[in-house]
C-alpha cells in the first residue's frame, strides 16, 4: 500500500514538474550544464518517508503520540527540502547537487575544480545524510571514484567532513557548507590527521610524485565521466558526450539568457518558470505603482503620454 | 471581458454572411448592371430635375423614387471592384457613376429639401445600412458616399429631442455598419474627421457624436452601439487629432463615467439572499437582475474603452470615473448609514474589482479605495472596520478583502499592513535580523500543529455511533442527500472542500468510490484544479487522516505561495526588515483615535459592560447618522434617451421622508416604532418586559444605525417574556447589548452574555418561525406606512433562512394533505400560518421543558461560561491594560471607544488595523459562525502566503520574539485552543458532536464540488439571489408550496425530521449540549453556542493544519525573477 503510493506520488510530481519545466528529460541529457535555479529543483520523492521512516504513514497516527508523530516525516523532507534551497540560493560555484528520486537523504553531486592542483577534475560524488537530520551527525561524502587526496579515503571514497563539523548543530551548521567544504579541500590542502596517509606523506616529502598522483587521479576520475551512475536512479547525475542535438538548444538558452540576466540565480528564463496553475484564469500580477524607495502607495510617476 | 474577441469576427464576418443571401440576381456581367443603373438613375433625375421648384412633391413622386433608388443601391452594393490590385482596386462602373455625378448627394438632398418624413428616413437608413454592410468595395472613402451619408446622419438628429425611437434601432445599426468599415478602412475615420467641421456643427464627429447617447443602453441595441464605439475607440488609438477631438469635443467620457453613477443608482439598495452562507456576488447571483447587468456592461465597457483607446482618452476617461463615480457615488454608497445598504454597496464594489481586468482602471479603483478621504477616513480604513461587525457584513467585507488581497498589489499591501510592519517595532531589537530567516527544520509548522486541540485529534469512532447516526447533517443543512429545492447551494466557497479531504476521516468507511470523485485539490476557487489522477488522495483512502489531508494543504500552501510571490516579482522592494530601510520609512498612521464606524465596537463589546457598551453604540450611531447627513455629496443622475444630466443632489431633498425615509430625522421613526411596539405587545399573549429593556431598545431605536433591528428586537422580546433576544440573525449587527437578566450575574458572566449573542444567529426553526410571524404581523398591524417599510426590509433579509425552515415546519405540519388546487398562491393566508405557528412554538416549547429537567440544564449553563473565563486569564498583558485605560473614557455616555485607547503613545508598536481586526476576530472564532470562520481563515491563509520576509515572519514564524504589546498569532491562536479545549472539557459529547460536524463539513464540500455550474437545478439559477422587488413572506412560502412537487418534497423532508426525534432542528443536533437556563429559547441559544463553538473546532484544526503547511512552503521557496519590462 504505502509504495504504491510513493511510487503513485513520484509519479505526479515528476509529471507537474516536467510540465512546470518544459520537459525534464532534456535537463537531466545536458550533464556539462546542470541544474540551476528552481526550474531545475527535483521533486524529493516521497517516498524518503517510508524508506527512512520505521514507522509507515498509516500506522504513525496510531501511535501513542497522537497527530504529532504523524507530522514527523514531512518535517524531515521540508528540512531537506529547505537545505537544498539553500544550497541553490548560494550559488557554490562549480558545484551542482540533486536529491535522489528515492530518498531525500542523498543527493547526487559534481565538483568542477577550475585551477589548482585540482584543476579540470571533475568529480562525481553521493552525499548521505542522517535520517535524523539535523539532531544527528553530519552528511557524509563519498566521492564515486576515490580521488587522491589527503582528506579522502582511498578506497571507499569517503571524504572527512567531520573534521570541518566535529557536532553538527541545526540552524549553524548547513549542507551548503558541506558541499563547499567539499570544494575548498581541492584547493586548500590541509595535511592534518589524514584519512590517506599515502597522499600527505608524498605531499609532504615528494611533491612532485604527489602532483603526478593527482594528474592520475584527475584523469582517473574524468576517464569514469561517462560511466553509468554508480547508483541506479532517475535523478543519478550522468554525463554524455556531447550531442548537438540533445544539447545545442539548451546551451544557446542558457547563453542567451546569461547575456540578457547577469544573475545567475535567475537564469532560467522567466517565461519557463510559471507558478504551477498560471494558465488557470486571470491572474492579475506585478501590480505595483510603489516608486522604488519610497513607501507611499502610487508614488511612481505615471509613464508619460505618448503624444 | 472579451471585448475584441467579439469585435473581430464581426468585421468581415457579417459583410459574407450578409451578402451571401441577396446575391443571387445580380451575377450579371457589369455592363447590363451599369446600363440597369443608369436606367434606373434616368427616371429618379427625371422625377428629382423638373420639380426642383416645386413645394414638397406628389406622393407617386416619392415612391418611384423610393423603388428606383433600392434597385439602384442594390446594384451598387453588389458591384464589384474593377480589376486592380488588391491594395487600391480599381472602382467599378457604376461606382464611379455614383461618384462623377454625385448621385447619392442628389438624392439625399432631394429627400432634405421635401422634408424627411420619418418613413421615408427609415427607408434611407436602411439602404445606407444595406449598402455600407454589404458592398464589396470601399465606398466611404468616396466623399460622394460620404457626404449624402453624413447629411442623412445630421439629419436624423434633432438637436433637441435627439434621435426619433422609431429610427434608434437602424441608426445605430447603420453606425455600427460605418464604424465596422471604418476598422477595416482606417481611412476612414480620418475622412469622417476631415470633412467634419464644415457640415456638421458643434460636434465634428458626427459618427461618434450619435453613437454616445446609446452607451447604456442595454439589449442589443446598447451592445451595438458599445461595439462601434469601441472600433472607434481602436481605430483612433494611434490618431493623436482624433483622440484629442474625443476628449476635448466630444462628451464620450463624461457620459461613461456619469452614467454608471446613473446605473449604480438604480441598483438594488439590499441584497436579498437566502441561505446564511451567502457572502459575494457570484455571476448566476447578478445576471437575473436586470439592473446590475447593465451595469456590468458598462463597466466591462469602461474596461474595454480603457485597454483599447488612445491615451489620451483613457487618462480622461479614468479620470472622469474617478471624479464622476467613485468619489462622487461609490464613496457615499459604501458609507450608507444602513447596514443593508453598506453589505450591497460592499459586494458590488468586490463584485467590480473582481471584473475588472485592466490594470489602469484597477489602478484608478484602488486609489479610490486607499487615498480618498471620506469623512476624514479612507475607504480603506472605513472597510477594515466592518470585518469586525457581527453580522453578513463581516462576511462581505471579508470576501471583499480577498479579492483586494488577490490582487497582489504591492500599494494596498503597504498600506494595509506592511507599512506598520516597515519600522520592524513589533520586533526585539535583537530579533530584528530574524526576519528573513526561514523555518529550516519545521519549527513554526510545529508549533502551529501543537495548537491542535486535544479534543479534535480524530480518534476512531465508535461502531456502535457510525450506523445509528443518519446523514442528520445532511438533511438539515444542505448536503447532497437532501437535495432540493429548498437547501440552497452552499455559497460559501470552496474552501470547504477542504473537508472533502476528510472524507475518509473519523472512523468512516467510505465508499471506494467516493474517492475517486474528481475533487478539485485546491479549496481556494480560482486556482482549483482537479486532482490528478495518480494523486496520493486516490490511493490513500485508508490513510491516516492527517497525512492525508496536509499532503493536500501543502499542496495548496505551495500554489499559493508560488502564485503569489510570481504577481510580487516587480514589487519595488523585498520588504524583508532591511529594504526599504526601517529607519527610512515614514512612521506608519497610529492607531485611529476615533473611527465613525460602529463596528469597531464589537471589538469592545466583550470586555465593556453594559452601559458602555450602549453608550458606544449610541456615540457610534451618531456617527453615523451625521455621516449619512453629510451624504450630500450624491449625485441625482438621470439617463434620458440621449442626455445624461448630473445634479448635485441637495440636502434637502435627501431629507425628503417620502423620497428616503431611512434618512429622515429620527425623531418621527422613534414614535412610529413605539406605536408598533405597542400594538405587538397587545397583540402578545404575555408581555412583562423588564422596563430597563424596552426602554432601552427605545433609547436605541431613536439612535441606532439598524433601527430595523430594534425593532425587531423589542418586538420579539415583547412577545416572549423569557428575554432570550433574537437580535443576530444574519443580517443585524448583533453588537446590541442584550440584558439577559438572568444571565445578569456580574462582571464575571459578561463574557457569555457576549457569547450568547452570536449563537443566535441560527436561529432554531420554531422561534424563528414565531419572529417571521410577528413580523408579518407588525407590518399588517402597522399603520405607518414608512415603518412597514423600514421593518419589513430587514426581515427579508435576516429571516430568509429561517423562511426555509419555517417552510419545513409548516410542511411538517401537514405533510399528508394535499396541496388541492386551491391552496395554491392566494388561497393560504398569512394569517393562517401564523396561527400554526404559534401553536407548533408552544408544542415544542413544552416538549422541550418536558424533556429536559431544568436543574441539570441551568448547571450545565453555569458551567458553560467557563471557558471565557480562562480566556479572560489567558488573555495578554497588553489587552487587560486596554481595557482598563478604556473604561474610563468610554464610561461617559455618548462618548465612542476607538478601537484602541485614546491616550496610547505612538511610539508604541502597533501592527495596523488590518491585522488588529483580523486578529480580534480570529480570537472570537468560538462565537463566529462557520461561514464567518471559513472567510475569515481564508483571507489570513491568503495573507500568509505573502512571501515578503516582514510579512511571513509576523504571521508565521513561531521563533520570532515580539515586543510585550504585539499580539502574535501564535498567541491569538493560542487562546482560541484554550477556549475550544476548555468547552470540550464542558461538553461529554463534544466527541460525537465534532464528528457530526466533520461529517456535515465533508457532505457540504462535497455538495460544493457537485453543483457544478451545470448541474444546478435550474429552480435556483433563475430564482436569483437578488431582487430587486421584496416579496412577502407570504410569496416565499408560496413560492415554494406552489409547485405540487417541490411541496411533497419539502413536504418528505420535514417527515424525515420528524421521524428522526421531531425535535427543532439545530437543537437536535446537538441534543446533549442544547440545554441551558429554565426555558426552551435559551436552550436554543445555548444550542446555537454549541454549534458555531464545534463547527469552530473543525475549522480551527483544519486551519492550523493550512498555517503549517504554508510555513513549511515557505522555508523552501524561491523567489521569482522580477520580469524586468521583458514581458507585455
Given amino acids: 500500500m504505502n509504495t504504491f503510493w510513493s511510487m503513485s506520488t513520484n509519479a505526479g510530481r515528476k509529471r507537474s514538474d516536467g510540465e512546470e519545466q518544459g520537459g525534464p528529460g532534456e535537463q537531466r541529457s545536458s550533464p556539462t550544464h546542470p541544474p540551476f535555479g528552481k526550474k531545475q529543483l527535483p521533486s ?130 548547513h549542507i551548503w557548507q558541506v558541499l563547499m567544504y567539499a570544494r575548498t579541500i581541492f584547493y586548500k590542502i590541509n595535511t592534518m590527521d589524514p584519512l590517506n596517509p599515502e597522499a600527505v606523506v608524498l605531499y609532504d616529502k615528494d611533491f612532485q610524485l604527489f602532483k603526478s598522483k593527482v594528474v592520475d587521479s584527475v584523469k582517473l576520475c574524468n576517464s569514469h565521466l561517462f560511466d553509468q551512475p554508480k547508483i541506479d536512479d532517475p535523478f543519478a547525475i550522468s554525463f554524455s558526450p556531447w550531442n548537438p542535438a540533445v544539447h545545442e538548444e539548451a546551451k544557446d538558452k542558457m547563453f542567451a539568457y546569461k547575456r540578457l540576466h547577469s544573475d545567475p540565480l535567475l537564469t532560467t528564463p522567466h517565461n519557463q518558470r510559471w507558478p504551477e496553475d498560471y494558465n488557470k484564469g486571470p491572474l492579475v500580477s506585478g501590480l505595483s505603482w510603489v516608486k522604488p524607495g519610497s513607501t507611499q502607495p502610487f508614488s511612481k510617476e505615471d509613464i508619460p503620454l505618448q503624444t | 471581458m472579451s471585448w475584441l474577441s467579439r469585435l473581430n469576427p464581426r468585421g468581415p464576418g457579417t459583410r459574407t454572411g450578409r451578402h451571401a443571401a441577396p446575391s443571387s440576381p445580380c451575377t450579371a456581367d457589369p455592363e447590363t448592371c451599369l446600363m440597369v443603373f443608369e436606367n434606373h438613375w434616368r427616371q429618379v433625375s427625371g422625377v428629382l430635375k423638373p420639380r426642383e421648384s416645386s413645394v414638397g412633391g406628389y406622393a407617386d413622386d416619392l415612391t418611384a423614387v423610393r423603388n428606383h433608388t433600392d434597385q439602384m443601391l442594390c446594384l451598387l452594393a453588389e458591384e464589384s471592384p474593377a480589376g486592380g490590385d488588391i491594395e487600391s482596386p480599381a472602382m467599378g462602373p457604376i461606382l464611379e457613376m455614383v461618384v462623377a455625378e454625385n448621385i447619392l448627394d442628389e438624392l439625399v438632398q432631394w429627400h432634405l429639401r421635401r422634408g424627411l418624413d420619418p418613413d421615408s428616413q427609415l427607408e434611407l437608413l436602411k439602404l445606407f445600412e444595406m449598402l455600407i454592410g454589404q458592398s464589396h468595395q470601399p465606398l466611404l472613402l468616396h466623399s460622394a458616399v460620404l457626404q449624402p451619408l453624413l447629411s442623412l446622419l445630421g439629419a436624423c438628429v434633432d438637436p433637441q429631442l435627439g434621435c426619433p425611437a422609431a429610427l434608434e434601432s437602424s441608426l445605430v445599426l447603420l453606425l455600427n455598419q460605418v464604424c465596422v468599415c471604418m476598422a477595416k478602412e482606417t481611412a476612414v475615420l480620418e475622412l469622417i474627421f476631415r470633412c467634419g467641421p464644415v457640415q456638421q456643427g458643434p460636434t465634428n464627429l458626427l459618427i461618434f457624436s450619435l453613437l454616445v447617447p446609446f452607451i ?90 480603457v485597454q483599447v483607446a488612445h491615451p489620451l482618452v483613457r487618462c480622461q476617461l479614468l479620470d472622469y470615473l474617478h471624479n464622476g463615480f467613485l468619489v462622487p457615488v461609490m464613496g457615499p454608497a459604501l458609507h450608507k448609514s444602513s447596514v443593508d445598504e453598506m453589505i450591497a454597496s460592499t459586494a458590488y464594489l468586490d463584485l467590480f474589482l473582481r471584473s475588472i481586468t485592466e490594470t489602469s482602471l484597477l489602478k484608478t479603483f484602488l486609489r479610490f479605495i486607499l487615498l480618498h478621504r471620506h469623512d476624514n477616513d479612507t475607504i480603506l480604513d472605513t472597510l477594515l472596520t466592518r470585518i469586525s461587525s457581527n453580522s453578513r457584513l463581516c462576511m462581505v467585507s471579508l470576501s471583499l478583502f480577498k479579492t483586494l488581497l488577490s490582487l497582489n498589489c504591492e500599494d494596498l499591501m503597504l498600506q494595509l499592513v506592511l507599512r506598520y510592519l516597515l519600522p520592524c517595532t513589533h520586533v526585539m531589537l535583537s530579533q530584528r535580523r530574524a526576519v528573513r530567516e526561514t523555518d529550516l527544520y519545521g519549527k513554526s509548522a510545529d508549533k502551529f500543529l501543537s495548537l491542535i486541540p486535544e479534543c479534535c485529534r480524530i480518534t476512531a469512532a465508535p461502531s456502535s455511533e457510525r450506523d445509528d447516526e443518519p446523514a442528520f ?103 524583508d526588515g532591511e529594504n526599504p530601510s526601517p529607519n527610512s520609512a515614514l512612521p506608519p498612521p497610529p492607531p485611529p483615535m476615533s473611527n465613525p464606524s460602529l463596528s469597531m465596537v464589537q471589538e469592545h463589546f466583550s470586555i465593556m459592560d453594559p452601559a458602555q457598551q450602549r453608550a458606544a453604540v449610541v456615540a457610534a450611531a451618531r456617527a453615523e447618522w451625521s455621516s449619512s447627513d453629510r451624504d450630500s455629496g450624491e449625485w441625482d443622475v438621470t439617463i434620458s434617451k440621449n442626455c445624461i444630466s448630473l445634479t448635485p443632489r441637495s440636502k434637502k431633498r435627501s431629507l425628503l421622508p417620502s423620497s428616503i425615509p431611512l ?106 418561525s414565531t419572529h417571521e410571524c410577528l413580523q408579518s404581523e407588525s407590518q399588517r398591524l402597522s399603520p405607518v406606512p414608512a415603518l412597514t417599510e423600514t421593518s419589513t426590509v430587514p426581515h427579508e433579509s435576516r429571516g430568509l433562512e429561517s423562511v426555509e425552515r419555517l417552510i419545513e415546519e409548516l410542511l411538517e405540519r401537514a405533510p399528508s394533505e394535499p396541496l388541492s388546487g386551491d391552496s395554491k398562491y392566494q388561497g393560504i393566508s398569512i394569517e393562517a400560518f401564523h396561527q400554526e405557528l404559534r401553536e407548533l412554538e408552544e408544542r415544542v416549547r413544552e416538549r422541550r421543558v418536558l424533556s429536559r429537567s431544568s436543574e441539570e ?164 439559477r433563475s430564482d436569483s439571489l437578488i431582487k430587486s422587488r421584496k416579496p412577502s413572506l407570504g410569496d416565499l412560502i408560496l413560492r415554494h408550496t406552489n409547485s405540487p412537487t417541490r411541496a411533497r418534497h419539502a413536504a418528505q423532508l420535514a417527515l424525515a425530521h420528524v421521524r428522526d426525534g421531531g425535535q427543532s432542528l439545530h437543537s437536535a443536533l446537538f441534543r446533549g449540549g442544547a440545554a441551558s437556563g429554565a426555558s426552551g429559547l435559551e436552550k436554543q441559544a445555548e444550542a446555537l453556542r454549541v454549534k458555531n463553538a464545534v463547527y469552530c473546532a473543525v475549522i480551527f484544526s483544519e486551519f492550523l493544519k493550512e498555517l503549517a503547511a504554508l510555513a513549511q512552503e515557505h522555508a523552501v521557496a524561491l523567489p521569482f525573477p522580477p520580469s524586468q519590462g521583458t514581458e507585455e
Fill in chain 1, 44 to 173: 524529493i520523492p516521497k517516498n524518503a518517508v517510508p524508506i527512512t521512516k520505521a514507522a509507515s504513514p498509516a500506522s504513525s497516527t496510531e501511535s501513542a503520540n497522537g497527530t504529532h508523530a504523524s507530522y514527523g516525516p514531512f518535517y524531515l523532507e521540508y528540512s531537506l527540502l529547505a537545505e537544498f534551497t539553500l544550497v541553490i540560493k548560494q550559488r557554490l560555484p562549480g558545484i551542482y547537487v540533486q536529491p535522489s528520486y528515492r530518498s531525500t537523504l542523498m543527493w547526487f553531486g559534481v565538483i568542477f575544480i577550475r585551477h589548482g592542483l585540482y584543476q579540470d577534475g571533475v568529480f562525481k560524488f553521493t552525499v548521505y545524510i542522517p535520517d535524523n537530520f539535523p539532531d544527528g551527525d553530519c552528511p557524509r561524502v563519498i566521492f564515486d571514484t576515490p580521488v587522491f587526496h589527503p582528506l579522502v579515503d582511498s578506497v571507499s571514497g569517503e571524504l572527512d567532513v567531520r573534521r570541518a563539523f566535529t557536532k553538527w548543530r541545526r540552524n549553524h551548521n
Fill in chain 2, 216 to 305: 447604456h443602453r442595454d439589449g442589443s441595441l446598447g451592445q451595438q452601439a458599445r461595439d462601434a464605439l469601441l472600433l472607434v475607440m481602436a481605430t483612433s488609438a494611434s490618431s493623436h487629432a482624433v483622440a484629442r477631438h474625443i476628449a476635448e469635443n466630444s462628451y464620450f467620457c463624461p457620459v461613461l463615467a456619469t452614467g454608471l453613477s446613473g446605473l449604480y443608482s438604480s441598483l438594488p439598495r439590499k441584497i436579498e439572499v437566502r441561505g446564511d452562507d451567502w457572502h459575494t456576488l457570484r455571476r448566476e447571483d447578478w445576471m437575473g437582475v436586470s439592473s446590475l447587468v447593465l451595469f456590468m456592461n458598462s463597466l466591462e465597457f469602461c474596461n474595454a474603452v
Fill in chain 2, 473 to 575: 447533517w445532511g438533511k438539515v443543512l444542505g448536503s447532497p442527500t437532501s437535495e432540493s429545492p429548498v437547501h440552497p447551494r452552499p455559497n460559501t466557497p470552496s474552501r470547504l472542500a477542504l473537508f472533502i479531504r476528510q472524507q475518509s476521516s473519523g472512523g468512516q468507511a467510505n465508499p471506494p468510490s467516493s474517492g475517486s470523485e474528481n475533487a478539485p485539490s485546491s479549496p481556494r476557487g480560482s486556482i482549483s484544479s482537479p486532482l490528478s489522477p495518480d494523486s496520493p488522495m486516490h490511493q490513500l483512502q485508508d490513510a491516516s487522516e492527517g497525512e492525508t489531508g496536509y499532503l493536500e494543504y501543502l499542496r495548496d500552501a505551495r500554489k499559493g505561495i508560488e502564485l503569489c510571490s510570481w504577481a510580487c516579482r516587480d514589487w519595488s522592494a523585498p520588504y
Fill in chain 2, 663 to 768: 434618512q429622515s430625522s429620527s425623531a418621527p421613526v422613534s414614535t412610529e416604532i413605539t406605536g408598533a411596539v405597542e400594538t405587538v405587545s397587545q397583540h402578545s399573549h404575555s408581555a412583562p418586559h423588564p422596563p430597563l429593556y424596552n426602554g432601552m431598545g427605545q433609547v436605541e431605536l431613536t439612535d441606532s444605525v439598524d433601527e430595523r433591528m430594534e425593532v425587531k428586537k423589542v418586538k420579539r422580546d415583547s412577545d416572549v417574556n423569557n428575554s432570550v433576544v433574537e437580535s443576530g440573525m444574519n443580517g443585524s449587527m448583533g453588537m446590541c447589548p442584550v440584558d439577559y437578566n438572568d444571565f445578569h450575574v456580574g462582571s464575571a458572566m459578561k463574557s457569555s452574555q457576549v457569547q450568547v449573542m452570536p449563537h443566535l444567529q441560527h436561529q432554531t426553526s420554531v422561534p424563528s
Fill in chain 2, 857 to 1020: 440544564s441551568s448547571r450545565e449553563f453555569h458551567t458553560a461560561p467557563a471557558p471565557s473565563l480562562t480566556d479572560e486569564d489567558c488573555l495578554p498583558v497588553e489587552t487587560e491594560q486596554r481595557f482598563s485605560e478604556t473604561k474610563p473614557d468610554s464610561s461617559a455616555p455618548g462618548v465612542f471607544s476607538p478601537a484602541r485607547p485614546l491616550g496610547q503613545p505612538l511610539a508604541q508598536p502597533y501592527t495596523g488595523p488590518f491585522i488588529t481586526v483580523l486578529f480580534n476576530k480570529l480570537e472570537s472564532m468560538m462565537q463566529n459562525s462557520l461561514y464567518v470562520n471559513i472567510l475569515l481563515t481564508g483571507v489570513v491563509f491568503q495573507l500568509a502566503c505573502y512571501p515578503q520576509p516582514l510579512l511571513r515572519s509576523f504571521l508565521l514564524n513561531a521563533n520570532m520574539v515580539f515586543q510585550p504589546s504585539v499580539k502574535s498569532l501564535i498567541q491569538v491562536l493560542g487562546s482560541v485552543k484554550n477556549r475550544i479545549e476548555a468547552f470540550a472539557a464542558a461538553h461529554e459529547d463534544f466527541p460525537a458532536m465534532l464528528r457530526k460536524a466533520r461529517r456535515f463539513l465533508v457532505a457540504r464540500g462535497k455538495l460544493d464540488w457537485s453543483d457544478s455550474p451545470m448541474g444546478v437545478p435550474n429552480l435556483r
